[in-house]
Structure formats: structure tokens, C-alpha cells
């Protein structure tokens, strides 16, 4: 079979390949993404987006529709699971936007990455694409897909998940340390729901002790989708599979006799699956050659603080700004500028992610939320 050429090869085009894409082709390099899945679906899933990244789809032309689309909470609440007394109230909407710089918003997570993959090029965009080889060349990466097809790359962007075969490539097979955490994730009956007559809050995290949680939210502006997350700590995890049914009955189990509103939670759950959460030290080298990572194949963790998805996809804004400035012949100053410009705000984020005590206490999130990856100092 011919070998074809490209600039740059995204490999996976999950949320933050596929803005490493827009980011890339926006900046006049000609890109093409490789996904291995036929084709995405709504997954029963919600995201948080913060500021940070919402700066960033303004960019890529994106971020009035997910405002559109997406639910924006006034306030993220945290909240005893017994009690209901806040234990903070950390102010969004508005307030976000003015001092932020851009919107928080919760959203289905197929939703916003159907958006991204509609601002993708179509004819750059290669589903059913599973990478299987890599053969670093003098002057381009020779990748072989499981379908046969062999592209020659000048630069290749492993964007390719927690499982990433880009940093096997780099630092040799090895696979992701189990948490010890699952999370729970449903997306629940609203009939049931609006049945108990109960307020519900656009954005509210509820605590037990030992740091069990429950993240609630709206995924929808109209509301009309309310959908949350648990964090729970379990003796192991024996699935090969990414994820498991669980039921009404598991949640009843973990979470019952708690306040009313989370009864109502529990009550309103229809069909719930479980997930693990794996875990990776940071890495040491986040490139080499012609290779570069971002997002989960470099610093995957535990989902907390809502900001695994961000994180990649502010990875893919710097990337995108260190190659403009040194251009192609230049990757490898552009990706040594990367990786100092980016190792330490990740590690951060990955490290207090994974203690999970992100807003339970008040705390001033402009750090994180305040950031624009577009304009911040690069190095
Ligand atoms: P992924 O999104 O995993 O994409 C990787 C892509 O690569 C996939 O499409 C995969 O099919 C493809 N791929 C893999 N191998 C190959 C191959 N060999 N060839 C071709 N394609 C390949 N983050 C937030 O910012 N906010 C949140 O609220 C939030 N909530 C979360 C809740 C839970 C329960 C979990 C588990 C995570 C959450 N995250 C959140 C984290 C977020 O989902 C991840 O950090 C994010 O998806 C990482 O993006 P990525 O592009 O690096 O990897």
C-alpha cells in the first residue's frame, strides 16, 4: 500500500486531539486527525468547562454555541451529604465571566465533543484509524493503522488517552496504576426527579466522610438534563472492561439515609454505569523526536477536580503557540518550550485532582479559572 505524507498527524481525536487539530489547521499547518473509534456517541456523560478553556473555543469558533448549549451555574455548592450545610459556595456565572474572562459551564461531554468534531476540516478527520505501528524515520514518522494504511508524518501529536501507545513509544509498555476510586455515572429520570418537588442547584458537590462525593449538575441551559458523578473508594478493580453496570441498588447501598436531596438522587436513578479511575506518575519526558504528547497520555488523573479535559485541551493551545513561533523545522526548541511552559501547571492540577479537595473549603479558584493559555507567558 502507498505511503501517504502529512505535516502533522493528531493521533486520537478525543477532546483534546481534536482541539489540538482545530488549534493546529487554524494556525495554517496542515493536520489530519486518526481516531480508532467508527464513530463518537453520546455517552452518558456530563463535563465542567472552566474559563481557562472556554478562552480557548472562543478561538476556535466554538464557544458561543456550547454557551448555548451548556448549563451555567451560578455557584459551585459544596455540601454535607448528611446535613446539606454548605461548606462552600464558590461564585460563577456571571461573577466567573466578569473576573474570569469567559463562561463556566457543565455540559454533556458528547454534545461538546460533537461541536469540536463538526469544526474539524471533515476530510482530515480519520475514523476507524487504530494505530498499531510507529517507525521513527530521519525526517518523518512512518505510522501503520490496524486498516493497512501507512502515513509518513512530519510531526505526530499523541493525543491518544490514558492507554496511549505514543508513550509506550516513548518511556515503554506500561499500564495505568488503579486508583483504588470508581465513580458512578447516571444521568437521572427528571420526572423522578421533579417529583420530589426538591430544588435542585445547576452545580453541587456533596461530601461524606473519607472523601466520598457525589457531583451534581446540570448537562442542558434548559435544564432539562441533570446528571452526576460519585467518587467512592473500593478494594480493587477486576473488569477488563472500561466500564460496568451498576444500579439504583448499588447507589442506595453507598449513599442511602443521606439528605433528602440526595435520596432524590439516588430515587431518580434509572440506568447508572460504574468507571474506574486510573492514575499515572508524572512522566519525565513528555517528547522525544518527532513525538509529542498532551493530555491524558502524558498526566492522566483522577477526575475531581473537573479539569482532565481542560488540562489537554490548554495543552493544546500552548503546543499550538510554541510551533507557530518556532515553526516545523523548528519542533524541537517548540516542543522543549512546551513542556516547560506546561509540566508544572498540569502537575499541579493532577496532584490536587487526585487529593480531591478542589472548592470543598473556600478557596479563590482564579489560578486555574483566570489563565489564558493564549496569552500567557510561554517558558
Ligand atoms: P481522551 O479524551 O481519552 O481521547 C483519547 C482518544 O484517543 C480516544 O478518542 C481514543 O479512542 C483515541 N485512541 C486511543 N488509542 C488510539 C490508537 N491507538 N489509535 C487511534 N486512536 C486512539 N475533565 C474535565 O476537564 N472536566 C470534567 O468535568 C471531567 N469529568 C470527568 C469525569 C470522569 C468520570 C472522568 C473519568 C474523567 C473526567 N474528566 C473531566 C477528564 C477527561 O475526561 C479527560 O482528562 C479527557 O478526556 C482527556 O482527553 P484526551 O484527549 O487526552 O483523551
Given amino acids: 500500500m502507498n505511503i501517504e505524507k502529512v505535516e502533522i498527524a493528531v493521533i486520537g481525536a478525543?477532546?483534546?486531539g481534536a482541539a489540538a487539530a482545530a488549534l493546529l489547521a487554524g494556525a495554517g499547518f496542515s493536520v489530519h486527525s486518526f481516531e480508532q473509534a467508527p464513530a463518537f456517541t453520546r455517552l452518558g456523560a456530563g463535563i465542567?468547562?472552566?474559563?481557562?478553556?472556554?478562552?480557548i473555543f472562543r478561538r476556535i469558533g466554538i464557544e458561543k454555541k456550547l454557551e448555548q448549549i451548556g448549563s451555567h451555574p451560578d455557584f459551585w455548592f459544596s455540601r454535607d451529604g448528611m446535613t446539606g450545610d454548605y461548606l462552600s459556595r464558590i461564585p460563577l456565572g456571571d461573577y466567573g465571566r466578569k473576573e474570569y474572562g469567559a463562561s463556566y459551564i457543565t455540559i454533556h461531554r458528547g454534545d461538546m465533543h460533537a461541536v469540536q468534531i463538526d469544526a474539524l476540516p471533515q476530510?482530515?478527520?480519520?475514523?476507524?484509524?487504530?494505530?498499531?505501528?510507529?517507525?521513527?524515520r530521519e525526517t518523518d514518522v512512518l505510522l501503520t493503522f490496524e486498516n493497512g494504511r501507512r502515513v509518513a508524518a512530519g510531526l505526530v501529536v499523541?493525543?491518544?488517552?490514558?492507554?496511549?501507545?505514543?508513550?509506550?513509544?516513548l518511556l515503554g509498555p506500561e499500564k495505568p496504576r488503579f486508583s483504588g476510586w470508581v465513580g458512578h455515572r447516571a444521568l437521572v429520570n427528571m420526572d423522578k426527579l421533579r417529583n420530589s418537588g426538591l430544588e435542585f442547584e445547576?452545580?453541587?458537590?456533596?461530601?461524606?466522610e473519607a472523601s466520598r462525593h457525589i457531583m451534581a449538575y446540570a448537562t442542558k441551559g434548559d435544564g432539562s438534563e441533570y446528571y452526576y458523578v460519585t467518587g467512592v473508594p473500593v478494594d480493587g478493580w477486576e473488569h477488563e472492561t472500561s466500564f460496568v453496570d451498576s444500579s439504583r441498588e448499588e447507589m442506595e447501598a453507598i449513599f442511602g439515609g443521606s439528605h433528602?436531596?440526595?435520596?432524590?438522587?439516588?430515587?431518580?436513578?434509572?440506568?447508572?454505569?460504574?468507571w474506574p479511575f486510573w492514575n499515572r506518575d508524572p512522566l519525565n519526558i513528555w517528547s522525544r523526536g518527532r513525538l509529542v504528547m498532551l493530555g491524558d497520555a502524558c498526566h492522566p488523573m483522577r477526575p475531581h477536580m473537573a479539569q482532565g479535559a481542560c488540562m489537554a485541551i490548554e495543552d493544546a493551545a500552548i503546543l499550538t503557540r510554541c510551533l507557530e513561533e518556532s515553526g516545523m523545522a523548528g519542533y524541537k526548541d517548540a516542543f522543549s518550550l512546551y513542556e516547560a511552559t506546561r509540566r508544572e501547571r498540569a502537575t499541579k492540577v493532577q496532584t490536587i485532582s487526585n487529593a480531591n479537595t478542589w472548592?470543598?473549603?473556600?478557596?479563590?479558584?482564579a489560578w486555574v479559572y483566570a489563565y489564558d493559555p493564549l496569552t500567557a507567558a510561554l517558558g
Fill in 14 to 16: 478525543g477532546l483534546g
Fill in 48 to 55: 465542567h468547562i472552566g474559563p481557562n478553556v472556554m478562552k
Fill in 123 to 136: 476530510d482530515k478527520v480519520h475514523f476507524g484509524h487504530r494505530l498499531t505501528g510507529i517507525e521513527e
Fill in 158 to 169: 499523541g493525543a491518544d488517552g490514558i492507554n496511549s501507545m505514543i508513550r509506550d513509544m
Fill in 202 to 208: 445547576a452545580c453541587v458537590k456533596w461530601w461524606w
Fill in 260 to 274: 433528602p436531596m440526595v435520596q432524590a438522587l439516588v430515587d431518580a436513578t434509572e440506568t447508572v454505569t460504574k
Fill in 359 to 365: 472548592l470543598k473549603q473556600p478557596e479563590d479558584p
